[in-house]
């Protein structure tokens, strides 16, 4: 027997009557990203794997756990883009984009990882990325993070709180991951299993350690702010000082690391409590060695990235929800299939505002009749053997009490409109 054919675990569909809300919530995210002066940019959703193994790091789970990758025809290894950053970076150097100056870009779309599925973690997901080239000051980072404040109050999101954390220069970063090293070397049999291989890979990751058994020694870790380099330290202080004056609440989280190997300096999360287990919705940080990493001149960056099925899970409402057809097109008798065609688009074109659905595929004018109000619509447009004699339209209105009227297909664009206004003031 051939087994029911069926979507990737992790990887769901998108319906029809999902994606209005889909589009509101890009919508206002896009609205807001405006704003600001943020351009949009497209890249592949395939990049060569090295891309990810540099930027990421090889020994992140991301990279060793988690990445599609596969070996094409001309033996190249391909990967399924999992983050946005690093293919944001590749675009920049391959069009030489960091060399006209400041850039404030974003994107939007899927990303993959082989995870465990569960709500709020999915193998396809999608995110909107928010990535500035070229400033080095806490006043970009400060503005970053507003632009998410701002997104949370245009959705009317309440409850996400702001999280941030300094992991200082690279060089300060690395001290700090051997006293880390040393450390947890010390209590190696307290660890679990993850966090002992973790220890030499990335023992960062360990201070982000969900085992309730191990929060004790992870609470007597040395912090990160005893190891800052005072240039990361002042950067870290202006930009609380920048965050207190725009009325911004946040905690200084010093367990706070973010998993990816190429973030330095300032580090934050707006995280709930609604979502469960994946309570992040927004997260980001400084990046400025990575451009210089690939090959370019040095280059400041910072940026963040949203879950968006999270923000939708957030921004659960029913005034959301897309708007119903304005008109159903029904028609019958010889010779009315071609003229309501051609009434339909002549409405299009007057009215390009209208959402005009015309009946396909036959049927009764009873069927059509049970159609239109099943869709939704305002009004059933009615052409008959009657009127298309007369070069007529009747007007029958679906939702309210009116009565039916015919009107000449010349004054039908106008009528309508009228009809339409009155029905929905504004």
């Excluded at 497209?42 to 990049?47: A, G, S, T």
């Excluded at 929060?215 to 005072?230: E, F, G, K, T, V």
């Excluded at 009004?379 to 939702?399: D, F, G, P, Q």
Aim: charge should be negative; proline fraction near 4%; aromatic fraction near 8%.
């Amino acid at each position: 027997m051939t087994d029911r054919i069926q979507a990737i675990r992790g990887m769901n569909d998108i319906l029809a009557e999902q994606t209005s809300r889909w589009q509101y919530l890009e919508m206002q995210v896009r609205s807001v990203l405006e704003q600001y002066g943020y351009q949009e940019i497209r890249f592949p959703i395939l990049e060569k794997t090295d891309l990810f193994v540099h930027s990421i790091g090889e020994t992140s789970d991301i990279v060793s756990k988690e990445m599609y990758s596969f070996t094409d025809r001309n033996g190249d290894s391909l990967t399924l883009r999992p983050e946005g950053t690093a293919g944001c970076v590749r675009a920049g150097l391959q069009h030489g984009l960091f060399k006209a100056g400041v850039q404030r870009l974003w994107y939007a779309g899927p990303m993959f990882r082989r995870e465990r599925p569960q709500k709020g973690r999915l193998r396809q997901f999608h995110q909107t990325g928010v990535e500035a080239f070229g400033l080095n000051g806490p006043d970009i980072d400060a503005e970053l993070i507003l632009l998410g404040s701002r997104l949370w109050r245009a959705l009317g999101l309440q409850d996400i709180t702001l999280q941030i954390n300094s992991l200082g220069s690279m060089d300060s970063r690395l001290v700090y991951r051997n006293a880390l090293v040393e450390y947890f070397s010390d209590h190696k049999d307290l660890l679990d299993e993850d966090s002992r291989m973790r220890l030499d890979r990335n023992p960062l990751r360990i201070l982000d350690s969900k085992n309730p058994a191990m929060q004790s020694l992870i609470d007597q870790a040395p912090a990160m702010s005893q190891y800052l380099d005072p240039e990361s330290a002042e950067h870290f202080t202006t930009l609380r000082d920048l965050l207190r004056e725009a009325g911004v609440e946040f905690m200084v989280n010093s367990r706070l690391v973010r998993g990816l190997d190429y973030y330095c300096k300032t580090v934050f999360e707006w995280v709930t409590d609604r979502l469960g287990a994946q309570g992040t919705v927004c997260a980001g940080g400084r990046y400025d060695g990575m451009v210089e990493h690939f090959g370019g001149e040095p280059t400041p960056a910072v940026g963040f990235a949203l879950g968006m099925e999270r923000l939708l899970e957030l921004a659960d409402s029913p005034g959301h929800e897309g708007r119903q057809p304005d008109l159903y097109f029904i028609h019958a008798g010889k010779g009315s299939e071609t003229q309501a065609m051609k009434l339909a688009e002549q409405i299009r074109d007057a009215k390009p505002d209208l959402k005009v659905i015309l009946h396909c595929g036959g049927g009764s004018m009873k069927s059509q009749f049970k159609k239109a109000d099943r869709s939704g619509a305002a009004l059933a447009l009615i052409l008959a053997e009657n009127e298309l004699e007369k070069r007529t339209i009747s007007i029958k209105h679906l939702r309210v009490e009116t009565a039916q009227q015919e009107v000449s297909w010349s004054a039908l664009p106008a009528v309508l409109a009228e009809i339409l206004d009155q029905n929905n003031p504004a």
